[in-house]
């Protein structure tokens, strides 16, 4: 399968199914592709509701027909406006058109509902988004019940994890393969992706893309 970074913290997977999680494209300085760029998707995750997550996942799943899969508050106004959405919460497992969406804790704040991390089974293949959280023990958890072959983690600090804390979720998570996010699309959350790869070292293979830029799991 292929994985992209849009920017910010917004992913696009392409395996047998099209998912985007967090497709936060309109707005947003570092992003790789216009939303309206979108013209096939099964499915948009949406971990949070902050606007740098929630993003364009509304009209995007207006206009390819998308499944939107949420926290229960923002499913419920979602399918208030027509738009297809399976609500979950931390915890619950959503199966769509064989993709298997597992909604996890995360440590943060939300507009609507609390907010959530992601495992998502594509194809044989386990991968964590962990949203915007700080580090928590639970991340033990994903490792030990999940065994993520792929996590996306925030590294931008203030808001989310800093490179430090996100170390440690990397030896939580034992996570083979990172993918740092959140970082570097506003002056706030400027970070060095290049340090967080040194500082992670032989623990996991750390992959630094640019907005844009794909690989393959
Ligand atoms: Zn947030």
């Not at 300085?29 to 996942?57: C, F, R, W, Y």
Request: glycine share 10%; with cysteine; net charge negative.
């Amino acid at each position: 399968m292929n994985i992209t970074w849009l920017g910010h913290a917004a992913i696009k997977i392409e395996g047998s199914k099209i998912v985007y999680i967090d497709p936060f494209l309109t707005g947003n300085p570092n992003a790789s592709m216009a939303a309206e760029q979108i013209q096939k998707a099964d499915i948009v995750i949406v971990t949070h509701d902050h606007g740098d997550h929630l993003g364009d996942a509304f009209p995007i799943c207006k206009r390819t027909g998308a499944t939107l899969v949420a926290m229960h508050e923002i499913a419920v106004d979602a399918a208030a406006q027509g738009l297809c959405a399976e609500g979950m919460n931390i915890g619950g497992t959503v199966e769509v058109s064989g993709v298997k969406v597992h909604m996890v804790t995360a440590l943060h704040s939300s507009d609507r509902g609390d907010p959530a991390g992601v495992v998502v089974e594509l194809d044989g293949k386990t991968l964590y988004h962990a949203g915007d959280t700080g580090l928590t023990y639970d991340m033990k958890i994903i490792g030990e019940f999940f065994h993520p072959d792929l996590s996306f983690l925030p590294i931008g600090d203030r808001y989310t994890m800093g490179i430090h804390s996100a170390v440690k979720a990397v030896e939580f998570t034992r996570t083979k393969k990172v993918i740092p996010v959140h970082y570097g699309t506003f002056p706030l959350i400027a970070t060095d992706p290049e340090a967080f790869k040194s500082l992670v070292g032989d623990r996991a293979d750390v992959i630094v893309l640019r907005p844009g830029e794909s690989t393959s799991l």
